[in-house]
C-alpha cells in the first residue's frame, strides 16, 4: 500500500505537467492562427497623416498615412512574433540561426518607428553584421560537433539531439538553454 502513494504523487504531477502544456500549446496555436487577423488590423486605420485615438496621436510624416504606416508596421511584427515563437518552441540543433532573422526585424521595426530619419531597409546588413560574426560560428562549431559525434559513435541524428538537449525546470532555465 505504501507503493501506491508516490506513484500517484507522481501521476499526478504527469497530469498538472501535461494540462500545462496543454494549454501553452493552446495559446501558442491560437497566437498563430490569428496572425492572419492581425495583419488586417491596419485596415482600421484611418488613411489620412493623423491618427487620433483616445490613448495617442500619431501623425505620419514619412509615408503622409497613418495607414500605410501601420501595414509596414505589421509586415514587420507579424513575421517577428512568428519567428520568436519559433525560436522559442524549436528543438533543433541549429535554433540560435533564427535569431539572424529576429535580429533584422527588429531593426526594420526600430527603423520604422523612426522613418523620418532613413529609409527603411537601407544598410540593414551592417548592423547585422555583428549578430551574424557570433552566430554563424557558433553554429558552425556545434555542426562540426555534431559531425565529429556522428563518425565517432555512429549515433543517429536524433541521439544526438536528444544528447544536445537540456531538459529546463522552470521558465528562466528555458530562457537560459537558448542563450
Given amino acids: 500500500m505504501s507503493n501506491k502513494r508516490p506513484l500517484e504523487k507522481i501521476k499526478l504531477k ?37 491618427w487620433d485615438t483616445f490613448l495617442f496621436t500619431y501623425q505620419s510624416e514619412f509615408y503622409q498615412s497613418a495607414q500605410v504606416s501601420m501595414w509596414v508596421l ?35 521595426i526600430f527603423i520604422t518607428l523612426n522613418d523620418d530619419l532613413i529609409n527603411i531597409d537601407s544598410n540593414q546588413l551592417m548592423y547585422l553584421i555583428p549578430i ?8 558552425y562549431l556545434v555542426r562540426a560537433q555534431i559531425f565529429n559525434k556522428i563518425n565517432d559513435a555512429n549515433k543517429s541524428l536524433e541521439e544526438l539531439e536528444e544528447e544536445f538537449k537540456i531538459s529546463p525546470r522552470n521558465f528562466w532555465d528555458k530562457i537560459k538553454q537558448y542563450f
Fill in 14 to 50: 504527469f497530469l498538472q505537467e501535461d494540462r500545462k502544456s496543454l494549454i501553452i500549446g493552446s495559446v501558442i496555436a491560437t497566437i498563430i492562427a490569428t496572425t492572419p487577423y492581425l495583419f488586417y488590423l491596419y485596415e482600421s486605420v484611418p488613411n489620412s497623416p493623423i
Fill in 74 to 108: 505589421t509586415s514587420k511584427l507579424i513575421p517577428l512574433l512568428l519567428l520568436i515563437i519559433w525560436f522559442f518552441t524549436c528543438r533543433h540543433w541549429w535554433f540560435h540561426a533564427l535569431l539572424v532573422p529576429i535580429a533584422m526585424y527588429v531593426y526594420q
Fill in 132 to 139: 551574424m560574426a557570433i552566430i554563424v560560428p557558433s553554429i
